[in-house]
Antibody, heavy 118, light 107 residues
Framework: QVQLVQSGAEVKKPGASVKVSCKAS????????ISWVRQAPGQGLEWMGR????????NYAQNLQGRVTMTTDTSTTTAYMELRSLRSDDSAVYYC???????????WGQGTLVTVSS | DIQMTQSPSTLSASVGDRVTITCRAS??????LAWYQQKPGKAPKVLIY???GLESGVPSRFSGSGSGTEFTLTISSLQPDDFATYYC?????????FGQGTKLEIK
């Protein structure tokens, strides 16, 4: 069965960077895009961007351009999301999700809590 | 960016009620719309894709309709397990965007 297993919780200081991993299994990694979605405490879902593992094509949310980088390693079937220059409002649960046909999400990681605090 | 606006933000209802949640897009997205259910501390779960397609394993009391800019999610007879937060998502064009959510509470 499809599994997306994310790395553990992180605590970072303002201005630092964080890199969250998402290990995929149970399907052909290069066939489906991986997106990243975050959710601040008590808030809604925010789409951050997506990457195609087969060719590396990326699309990022405008408000994160310049601070976020998404990558994949096809040899380990792992996706990564790095966010730089962290601010307190970046504190959130970060999810990776596998695109089903067309761009909605059937499979999700368990979420990674990132806390930004001085 | 395409803005997705859900209404209401909060909905109080009782077991057995029929409820409808609306999602409006700021421009036409054809039928490229999904609905998700999220419970506290859990990842979202897809219920409906392409506006009206029922995801496998999702109870038939859930249904979706609409096209263009206006969409609805209907739960025909609320069950205790349905009290959660619901989100719509457009995947017509990047950046994909979510509605702000509708919290379905027990009356």
């Amino acid at each position: 069965q499809v599994q997306l297993v994310q790395s553990g919780a992180e605590v970072k200081k303002p201005g630092a960077s964080v890199k969250v991993s998402c290990k995929a299994s149970g399907y052909t990694f290069t066939t489906y895009g991986i997106s990243w979605v975050r959710q601040a405490p008590g808030q809604g879902l925010e789409w951050m961007g997506r990457i195609s593992p087969n060719n590396g094509n990326k699309n990022y949310a405008q408000n994160l351009q310049g601070r976020v980088t998404m990558t994949t390693d096809t040899s380990t079937t792992t996706a990564y999301m790095e966010l730089r220059s962290l601010r307190s409002d970046d504190s959130a649960v970060y999810y990776c999700a596998r695109e089903a046909g067309g761009g909605y999400y059937y499979d999700w990681g368990q979420g990674t809590l990132v806390t930004v605090s001085s | 960016d395409i803005q997705m606006t859900q209404s209401p933000s909060t909905l109080s209802a009782s077991v057995g009620d029929r409820v409808t949640i609306t999602c409006r897009a700021s421009q036409s997205i054809s039928t490229w719309l999904a609905w998700y259910q999220q419970k506290p501390g859990k990842a979202p779960k897809v219920l409906i894709y392409k506006a009206s397609g029922l995801e496998s394993g999702v109870p038939s009391r859930f249904s979706g309709s609409g096209s263009g800019t206006e969409f609805t999610l209907t739960i025909s007879s609320l069950q205790p397990d349905d009290f959660a937060t619901y989100y719509c998502q457009q995947y017509s064009r990047y950046p994909y965007t979510f509605g702000q959510g509708t919290k379905l509470e027990i009356k």
